[in-house]
């Protein structure tokens, strides 16, 4: 059963702090995403990779970064977390081409 | 860039009835693809259903379909025989041909009545 597994599904964190959120994939996909997701908004996407080390940025890059130091593994930076990075976020992969989505459980992310 | 419109924050169906999700999308490509995606609550988002937009033929998934016209840039998805597992967000997202981005819509709640 192919699988994205994103580390934590719900987190609290503060002000100024940095915030990691992992996912990793077992389906050996090129392309991995990172997208926020907020009511009235759907998905934005932040960040995506389509090989190890390399990265683009999406439509909302601002206050984030990412890392992809394995094919497997995809994550999700915070350097300095404010109370409007509160949100849910999903990480997605997918083979090449116009392939299927496949996407993680999502880790909901409260900045107090 | 693409922009997506689902006109529809909520819907609601009763069970067993038929559904039609509206979608309507903005691309200056010739060839891409759209998706129907669908997210039950505190669950993963799964593929619903997917056509791509060289074909005239419509797609169909069991008891998902869609009416897709390509002049009027409208991708809508009807859902037929209703089922309470049924009930979720329903995300529209078209692809350019080239390229790695999906754009999603703002989401269509569905909720199924017993």
């Known amino acids: 059963d192919v699988k994205v597994t994103q580390s934590s599904r719900y987190l609290v964190k503060r002000t100024g702090e940095k915030v990691f959120l992992e996912c990793v994939q077992d389906m050996d996909h090129e392309n991995m995403f990172w997208y926020r997701q907020d009511p009235g908004l759907g998905l934005r996407l932040i960040y995506f990779?389509?090989?190890?080390?390399?990265?683009e940025k999406g439509d909302i890059p601002e206050g984030y970064s990412v890392s992809r130091e394995k094919k497997e593994r995809f994550s999700l930076i915070l350097e300095s977390a404010s109370t409007n990075q509160t949100s849910m976020y999903l990480c997605a992969s997918r083979a090449g081409g116009a392939g299927e989505l496949f996407f993680g459980e999502g880790s909901r992310l409260t900045v107090l | 860039a693409q922009t997506v419109t689902q006109s529809q924050p909520e819907m609601s169906v009763q069970e067993a009835e038929t559904v039609t999700l509206s979608c309507t999308y903005d691309?200056?490509?010739?060839?891409?693809?759209l998706f129907w995606y669908k997210q039950p609550p505190s669950r993963q988002m799964i593929l619903v259903i997917r056509?791509?937009?060289?074909?005239?033929q419509n797609a169909t998934e069991n008891r998902f379909s869609v009416n897709f016209q390509k002049a009027a840039k409208s991708f809508s998805l009807k859902i037929s025989d209703s089922q309470l597992g049924d009930a979720a967000m329903y995300f529209c997202?078209?692809?350019?041909?080239?390229?790695?981005?999906?754009?999603f819509g703002a989401g269509t709640i569905l909720r199924v009545k017993s």
């Open positions: 056509q791509e937009a060289y074909k005239q």
């Open positions: 691309t200056s490509e010739s060839d891409y693809y």
């Open positions: 997202a078209p692809k350019g041909e080239y390229g790695n981005k999906l754009v």
């Open positions: 990779s389509y090989d190890v080390k390399m990265k």
